[in-house]
């Protein structure tokens, strides 16, 4: 099955700054999700971007997307202690008539105070 | 509106032992997706049901592996003869319309399950 894989596997950065993460995959999309994940919590939704859309905001969260390259980043500016979690993001297959939504591995970002 | 509720949090149960774990989606959905998160690695789907329905159960292993969505009650993920290749966070996700219609999948907090 196709993954969204993130990139770096693990971040840290120093709290204020900007962080950055990337993903990949391999097959066509019609939207692509990104999702935050905190020790010992479930998921939660941050931001979704259609295969349509190049860029999309969200408070401190800005996200692209590249379908040319099959490639998403996701920015988070300013970043707080609070934005220590791991990230992924997670592709639909519904173009393939695959209605299943497929996570990549993650990024883990550690915000240093 | 409470969000998805997943328990037990935390379930340990020795090989050979059955494992039940239990989702309940947040109110007015009656879709629910179960995902499996091995250690170190990321979420992989194992099956999508509507009320009394499975719709996609690709993702689930052939044998000892079942899921449930009742009329009432629950969805039920249920192991049996679990063994330690079993131990993993099992992650219930909740859905008010299907795909095309509604892409957010709402996560619970998960089930740890441990296998001794």
């Known amino acids: 099955s196709q993954q969204g894989e993130e990139d770096p596997q693990a971040l840290s950065i120093q709290e204020g700054e900007n962080a950055t993460m990337n993903c990949s995959y391999k097959?066509?999309?019609?939207?692509l999700q990104w999702y935050r994940q905190n020790s010992g919590r479930g998921l939660v939704h941050l931001i979704l971007i259609r295969s349509n859309e190049r860029e999309k905001h969200s408070g401190r969260l800005r996200v692209t997307l590249d379908t040319s390259k099959k490639s998403s980043s996701l920015l988070i500016t300013a970043s707080r202690a609070a934005d220590t979690a791991s990230y992924f993001c997670a592709t639909d297959q519904s173009l393939n008539r695959d209605d299943k939504i497929i996570f990549g591995k993650g990024t883990r970002l550690h915000i240093l105070p | 509106n409470a969000g998805v509720m997943q328990n037990p949090r935390h379930l340990v149960r020795r090989r050979g032992q059955e494992a039940r774990l239990r989702c309940s989606p947040m109110?007015?959905?009656?879709?629910v997706y179960w995902y499996r998160q091995l250690p170190e690695e990321g979420l992989k789907f194992m099956v999508y049901?509507?009320?009394?329905?499975?719709?996609?159960e690709s993702g689930m292993p052939k044998e000892r592996f079942s899921a449930e969505f009742p009329k009432e009650g629950p969805s039920i993920l249920r192991i049996q003869q679990v063994v330690r290749g079993d131990s993993a966070a099992y992650f219930c996700?909740?859905?008010?319309?299907?795909?095309?219609?509604?892409?957010?999948?709402?996560f619970g907090p998960g089930t740890r399950l441990t296998v001794t």
């Open positions: 049901l509507q009320k009394e329905n499975i719709i996609d």
């Open positions: 996700a909740s859905s008010p319309e299907p795909p095309p219609y509604s892409y957010e999948q709402y």
């Open positions: 097959t066509s999309i019609n939207n």
């Open positions: 109110k007015g959905h009656s879709h």
